[in-house]
Nanobody, 123 residues
């Protein structure tokens, strides 16, 4: 499975941004897909996840009410709509996927990773 993330950029606080992650290859293995982020000097942290069949979602407390994860199974693409962005959201955002349908916040429970896209929010 290959994951290609896109949509990052430089925005101001309060702005919105939408990230995309397109899966290719053995997409039948992408039962759950997620977004993580990693700021300089910090560990990679969970942002949001969604499963393929029931579209159940899971969010980190820090983004609830501001970010929305969605997916288009026909396009094998997952999206992250980010609203009311804050400087604390600045990070490299990574998409991830795994064949286990159970949603998880743990890095270790995702087998496939994209290359990351930079999101910078200025104050």
């Amino acid at each position: 499975v290959q994951l290609q993330a896109s949509g990052g950029g430089l925005v101001q606080a309060g702005d919105s941004l939408k990230l995309s992650c397109a899966a290719s290859g053995r997409t039948s293995s992408t039962y759950k897909m997620a977004w993580f982020r990693q700021a300089p000097g910090k560990e990679r942290e969970f942002v949001a996840a969604i499963n393929r069949i029931f579209s159940n979602t899971l969010y980190a407390d820090s983004v609830k009410g501001r970010f929305t994860i969605s997916r288009d199974n026909a396009q094998n693409t997952v999206y992250l709509q980010m609203n009311s962005l804050e400087p604390e959201d600045t990070a490299v955002y990574y998409c991830a996927a795994d064949s286990n349908i159970r949603l998880s916040t743990l890095v270790a429970e995702y087998d496939y990773w994209g290359q990351g896209t930079q999101v910078t929010v200025s104050s």
